[in-house]
């Protein structure tokens, strides 16, 4: 642990992009010094389920019991449930595997019991032994939909069903107007001994922007007294995971981490880009944000760590 204790981080993450920094970060920043927040726009009811994926990504990987392959899910998982559901002709396109399958249950019936979203997942965050505040960005229900040229697509049948295939022409969360934004998210936004919000490598578009579009989010992070610093998940013209560089393209964005910062322009004070977009920093710069460079693929943990880190120091810096 490198800080002191009297530094606080705020991480604001998507699925698997943004679990690997989260990870980094918890590995220099003590219980206390990190919280996290989460997209909830890709949750989505299934087989009558309460799906997180985005938060369960998070709480797996911050209790080690993620799978480093695939990205989502449990290492050492089973598929019996799905191998069953199959033989009786059910849908198998959204895989859940059978321990994977007890996080569902358990939160769907805490839900149903009247408990919010946070509550439920501080619990089963407890249950699996992460010791970091983990908060779902609102409690309230948001659905991120997918607008394409075959038509509007619910994101996990955008995403999964449908393999990220349709060109997107733009996406709309339904229900962002009405939520209201985590309650401990939004204090820790204004409280005065925040020393960072990190954005993590996570997509822009359906990742990040259902919880910079909650009611008062982005007022907050411009008021925040710490440093706004995103990290690009364009690096080279290429996105390290998933669809954001598709997305961008069929959008009619040029790929690269300068557009990624324009899109955050306003919101954010330092933009870290990998050092392969160096190149790009005096253009960024004249957006009115400093830029930092560093290596940010993240294949290793070691590599996690590393720009864990350097964020943290940047942070210093910028106060
Ligand atoms: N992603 C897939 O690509 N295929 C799946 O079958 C799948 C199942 C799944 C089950 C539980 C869960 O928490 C996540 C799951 N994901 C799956 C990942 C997930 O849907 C996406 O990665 C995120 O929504 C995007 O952040």
């Avoid at 998507?14 to 679990?19: F, L, M, P, T």
């Avoid at 994926?53 to 480093?68: G, H, I, K, Q």
Wanted: with cysteine; proline share 5%; net charge negative.
């Amino acid at each position: 642990m490198a800080s002191a204790a009297n530094k606080k981080f705020l991480a604001i993450s998507g699925g698997v992009g943004g679990a690997k920094l989260v990870l980094g970060l918890s590995r220099c920043l003590a219980t206390g010094q990190l919280s996290i927040v989460a997209n909830t726009g890709d949750d989505f009811r299934h087989h009558g389920l309460h799906i997180s994926p985005d938060l369960d990504t998070v709480m797996y990987t911050l209790a080690a019991l993620n799978d480093t392959e695939r990205g989502w899910g449990l290492a050492s998982e089973s598929w019996n449930f799905l191998a069953a559901l199959e033989t009786l002709g059910g849908e198998t396109w959204f895989r859940l595997g059978d321990r994977d399958l007890a996080t569902h249950i358990q939160r769907s019936q805490l839900l149903a019991e009247g408990h919010t979203l946070s509550q439920v997942t501080r619990r089963l965050c407890q249950q699996l032994g992460v010791q970091y505040p983990l908060w779902p960005m609102s409690d309230d229900e948001v659905s991120t939909v997918v607008h394409t040229g075959e038509g509007a697509l619910p994101f996990q049948h955008y995403f999964v069903r449908r393999q990220c295939e349709p060109a997107v022409t733009g996406f709309e969360f339904a229900g962002i107007d009405a939520a209201r934004p985590q309650p401990d998210f939004m204090a820790q936004l204004a409280s005065s001994d925040l020393s960072g919000v990190i954005i993590c490598p996570s997509n822009p578009f359906v990742s990040v922007d259902p919880i910079l579009g909650l009611p008062g989010v982005r007022q907050a992070l411009r008021e925040c007294k710490a440093p706004v610093i995103a990290v690009s998940p364009i690096v080279a013209g290429m996105a390290i995971k998933g669809p954001a560089a598709k997305m961008m393209a069929e959008l009619g964005v040029p790929v690269t981490a300068l557009a990624v910062a324009q899109h955050y322009q306003g919101v954010i004070d330092c933009f870290v880009v990998d050092e392969s977009d160096a190149k790009l920093a005096a253009s960024i710069e004249q957006l009115g944000m400093t830029v930092a460079v560093s290596s940010t693929i993240m294949k290793t943990l070691a590599e996690r760590e590393a720009l864990a880190s350097a964020i943290i120091e940047l942070a210093e810096s910028a106060r």
